[in-house]
């Protein structure tokens, strides 16, 4: 009897399983978004919907929880905001549209964090604004707001790091463009993602609500893929973030193994890539370190720079022209490019090979130099972007150390190096983070500081030496914060990166994926590491000279900072 009642009781909860949008029983066929000149009055109530789409979405206890097809029903409802000939009537089709998600709401507590301890409150005052939503919209999602809300979220999980991870997101691979709907879907998830889960929006140059409204007719106006990943591009590039970027995206096929770093304003040749094995004897080396790049076929740099930087999301200058060096000056769709560059003072104009990107070592600006090498002058240098690998000394009987960090940390170091505790003689301070909140999306609180090292008497007692440059990014500027706590250390060299904290990924779709921080970074007292990167305590920079001549001028500057 009991093993028959547990059977019925499992049929029955089949069979509502089967009736779960999700698991296909939702037969509504997606109407398509007309094809037509979008109104003014047509892109806001989008921008509208897509507000509430996604406050819905991530506070509504029901949505949140997963019991619906969240990317249908916004492709249902969105062809009803458009033409519609009033505000008012365009506020009571949302207003139906959130009735239609029933759930039983118990008042919520409220955010119970010290407000000290909060950085970033949720950006959803415009849910209070009755002049734009009107009274019953207003009221409904100030409701939701204010609603009892389970700590667990359908669409997003946190990381053991405490940044965002979202899941049960669709990527529609097999998606053609254009397409308006599944356009805007992406916009407005991606714009959602960052709303709710980006921990530094307070420091975006413009209202994110203004970005909204520009780009939805940017999306409206997609003719095909290529149109499509651009629009996504110009996009997060908002963001102003290097950690933003749009991945899976079809890159050009070819490209001139030649690293270029802007030095003195200008795009200077600094040496080569690294080739895959089966390919050394492919490149035609005809470009010199210290030449200076004048213009890739027939558009000057200067130009190219400009109609780059749309595309380019950089937290400050040095990091845009860093990606546009290393991401677009010397990549081509064709083999072939012809550049005009200078050298000592006389212009040459040449055509030259390019390989296929699959032949050739891309990545975080790292080299294939040994990780220790013991300089003249009784120093010990480590370079930690060394794709040699290795493990940290142990014991250093130097009296000086240089730490280079202008480069990603290798996969390939040896544990040692994260906590390096030779270096410290006690526990000290380095660090405190941000981290969102799923109570209440959009809120980001402040950590316990996080500290390195411990009691040893046996620590290293010389001079340290930390190089840092527009190479330095995430976990080296965090690895820079770290090491330059310890005794008898200076920052030297120039602007970092400025972009610190643990990547965060949503999918899009067409089979993309956009990545942006998702973890806020700050020095123990609160203050800035974001755009404003690790402030050198000496400033010294490469000269183009020193390149021509082959010399490392920030190295030899901290060689001779250690024997003074």
Known sequence: MILTIALVALVVMFVKLKEHPLFGADKRVVPEMPTLEYTRTDIENLALLCKVWGFMKYYHPTVRAGEYDWDKELLCVMPSLISIDSKDRRNAVLAAWVDGFHARMKPGKGIAYAPDSIKQYPDIGWIEDMDALGTVLSGRLKEIRDAEKDTVCYYV??????????????????????????????????????????????????????????????????????????????????????????????????VLPVGVRFIEGKAVVTGYYELKSTCKDS??????????????????????????????????????????????????????????????????????????????????????????????????????????????????????????????????????????????????????PTRPSLAYPGLFVFGSVISVGKENEHYYKGKKVILVNELTQSQAEFMTMKYRCSPHTIVMGSMTAGTDGNLSMIVLPGGLCATFTGLGVYYPDRRETQQIGIVPDMRVENTIQGIREGRDEVLEAAIRYLND
Not at 313 to 323: F, G, I, V
Not at 398 to 425: F, S, V
Request: aromatic share 12%; glycine share 4%; net charge neutral.
């Open 157 to 254: 999980t946190l990381m053991e790091s405490g940044n965002a991870k979202f899941e049960h997101e669709q990527m529609y691979r097999q998606c053609k463009f254009p397409n308006i709907s599944y356009q805007l879907l992406s916009l407005f998830r991606l714009w959602n993602a960052i709303q709710y889960f980006y921990p530094y929006k307070y420091v975006l140059k413009k209202s994110w609500n203004e970005t909204l409204l520009e780009h939805i007719p940017l999306f409206l106006q997609i003719n095909n893929r290529v149109d499509y990943e651009n629009a996504l591009r110009r996009f997060i590039a908002e963001v102003q973030d290097a950690h933003c970027s749009i991945q899976n995206r079809k890159m050009k096929e070819y």
């Open 283 to 432: 490149i035609d080396c005809i470009l010199q370190p210290g030449d200076v790049i004048l213009s890739v076929n027939s558009e000057a740099v200067d130009s190219l720079v400009k109609r780059m930087t749309p595309y380019i999301s950089a937290s400050n200058e040095a990091t845009l022209l860093r990606d546009i060096a290393t991401e677009e000056l010397l990549w081509s769709s064709d083999s072939i490019l012809y550049l005009d560059y200078e050298r000592k003072s006389k212009i040459e104009k040449r055509k030259i090979q390019c390989l296929h990107k699959r032949v050739v070592t891309l990545g975080m600006h790292q080299l294939s130099k040994p990780l220790i090498t013991k300089l003249p002058g009784d120093i010990l240098y480590l370079y930690l972007g060394s794709l040699l690998g290795g493990k940290v000394p142990s014991k250093i009987e130097e009296k000086g150390l240089i730490i280079d960090l202008r480069a990603y940390p290798t996969q390939k170091m040896i544990e040692g190096y994260w906590d390096y505790g030779l270096l410290y003689p006690y526990p000290i301070d380095f660090v405190m």
